[in-house]
């Protein structure tokens, strides 16, 4: 008991030492590149704090700011950055004049949202926190090419102090500090989603929806379950693929037939993943048991012989597996389905021939990163080693925990 208490301490300081060396290579200084215009966004949103003086009167709130379409709100979250909104001004970018204010918390909140809403229409902001004009109108100062130092309009001085680069190749305001005659206003923005808001799946699954397969992905539990995924001729198996319908059907299951929380990401606090794959020595202790699983697979196998960059960049390949992982576990929903959709683009390049006989693969079949057979180990060798770590180090886990967590990590596996 006295050992694996010692190894799981220096688990855990191992295991720091290396989130400590992979952020070390993050915190290089940023390449010159060029941002997505940020007119292009459709759906997005932005979150900070804003002081406002006018009238003789301050007031400061947290904030967020969310555009899906054509239709914007302005909410007013007063001391909690991350609350329910106390207020919410809502509109549309073609009628700006018919905004409304609604409120959810009180007296205070009221006094705030309407102070802020006398002195602009939350329509402008629309554009400004963009750092975009809001009319043909506006005179534009600018230095750099891609974003503008200042702009004056509807007798507003707007200047952006700072930028932040977001999700989806975007750079978008940090700091603005905006002066009128009879007002100022200081906003800090703090983060941006610049996708996902309302449902990774577009338009959702109805119940109804044919897919390739109508029970789920994963569905074997067969007879033939190992004959489909490895043939007795020695051939490769069918291709068979996780279309978007297999993927919202699993996303369903696991939140229980609603739309997860977009800033709490495809899982959130209360899920077995969040709970297994924290910062803890099991993740850490079990990532070599499951490569040696993964590797026994000839696809697999191939697949990095062929096509890693592990043995030319290992720190740089280990540096890239984390920050996906990471993202698509525990960040927001746009964190999450960027990094799957870039993954998943990856992995698309990564197919080829076995260049030799390897057990029921011949010399020459087919093999395919993105392919549910190939997937399916991939998935079972990480589902079985955190569970076994888990329970070698931490505590043993009950029958429907291990069922939660495999039902969450069919769904990271899908990704």
């Known amino acids: 008991m006295m050992m694996i208490s010692l190894l799981l301490e220096q688990g855990k300081k191992l295991l720091v030492v290396l989130l400590l060396a992979l952020q070390g290579c993050s915190s290089l200084q940023e390449s010159n590149y060029v941002p997505i215009s940020p007119e292009t966004l459709n759906e997005w949103m932005v979150e900070g704090r804003f002081v406002l003086r006018a009238e003789g009167v301050k007031s400061k709130s947290y904030f967020y700011f969310k555009q899906l379409g054509e239709n914007y709100q302005l909410a007013v979250l007063m001391d909690d950055p991350v609350g329910a909104p106390k207020a919410v001004i809502s509109g549309n970018v073609y009628a700006p004049q018919e ?36 009319t043909a109108n506006a005179v534009i100062y600018q230095e750099n090419m891609y974003v503008p130092d200042s702009i004056e309009e509807k007798g507003w001085n707007i200047a952006y102090q700072d930028y932040m680069s977001v999700q989806g190749g975007y750079r ?23 996708g996902f808001l309302t449902n990774p799946c577009d338009q959702g699954i109805a119940d109804d929806q044919e897919t390739g397969n109508p029970d789920g992905a994963y569905d074997y539990a067969s007879d033939d379950a190992v004959k489909r995924l490895v043939p007795e001729d020695g051939s490769a198996p069918l291709p068979l693929w996780i279309d978007e319908a297999n993927f919202c059907k699993q996303l369903a299951k696991v939140h229980n037939n609603t739309m997860p929380n977009p800033r709490e990401g495809l899982f959130g606090p209360d899920s077995m993943m969040w709970k297994l794959d924290g910062l803890s020595a099991p993740p850490a202790f079990g990532a070599g048991r499951a490569l040696l699983l993964q590797v026994a697979h000839p696809w697999v196998t191939a697949g990095i012989d062929q096509h890693s960059q592990v043995r030319n960049d290992p720190m740089g390949r280990a540096r890239r597996t984390f920050y996906h992982i990471s993202s698509m576990v525990f ?85």
């Open 99 to 134: 905004e409304t204010l609604d409120v959810m918390g009180g007296v205070e909140a009221k006094k705030v949202a309407e102070h802020l809403h006398a002195q602009l229409q939350a329509g402008d902001l629309s554009y400004w926190v963009r750092g975009l004009p809001a």
């Open 172 to 194: 978008l305001p940090a700091d603005m500090e905006m002066k009128s005659e009879a007002a100022s206003l200081d906003l800090e923005l703090v983060r941006a989603e610049t």
């Open 331 to 415: 960040g927001s929903m746009p964190q999450a389905m960027a990094s799957a959709n870039q993954v998943r683009d990856i992995h698309e390049e990564i197919d080829g021939e076995m260049t030799e006989e390897a057990g029921a693969f011949h010399r020459g079949s087919e093999y395919r990163a993105n392919e549910i057979n190939a997937m399916i180990w991939v998935h079972a060798t990480l589902w079985e080693t955190i569970v076994h770590m888990y329970e070698k180090l931490e505590d043993d886990l009950t029958p429907e925990e291990k069922n939660q967590f495999y039902e969450e990590t069919k769904l990271f596996a899908m990704l």
